[in-house]
Nanobody, 124 residues
Framework: QVQLVESGGGLVQAGGSLRLSCAAS????????MGWFRQGPGKEREFVAA????????YYADSVKGRFTISRDNAKNTVYLQMNSLKPEDAAVYYC?????????????????WGQGTQVTVSS
């Protein structure tokens, strides 16, 4: 059974930084793509960033490019999202997800497993 547990959310001032972590269990972590998504109040869940099975390819939403960095540590079964220069519009519940393949896609509906989410609040 695949389980994803996010941590690292919290309250930060605009311009600040947070690092989210997602610990995965239940299968061989290093074979599968990992992604981060977010859902703000009254909004649909949207793609933020993703990384392929090896960590050799990363993808970002235009809104976070240059500010967020996704990485993975296959030895620790963990994926990270370093968020810098946070803006109030980045406030959302952030979800970790994984697919049944090592290839990344950005469509939310094509990710198979989800964590419970971690809240990020950005004060202006």
């Amino acid at each position: 059974q695949v389980q994803l547990v996010e941590s690292g959310g919290g309250l930060v001032q605009a311009g600040g930084s947070l690092r989210l972590s997602c610990a995965a269990s239940g299968r061989t972590f290093s074979r599968y793509a990992m992604g981060w998504f977010r859902q703000g109040p009254g909004k649909e869940r949207e793609f933020v960033a993703a990384i392929n099975w090896s960590g050799g390819s990363t993808y970002y939403a235009d809104s976070v490019k240059g500010r967020f960095t996704i990485s993975r540590d296959n030895a620790k079964n963990t994926v990270y999202l370093q968020m810098n220069s946070l803006k109030p519009e980045d406030a959302a519940v952030y979800y970790c997800a994984t697919r049944d393949t090592g290839v990344v896609v950005t469509a939310t509906g094509l990710w198979n497993y989800w964590g419970q989410g971690t809240q990020v609040t950005v004060s202006s």
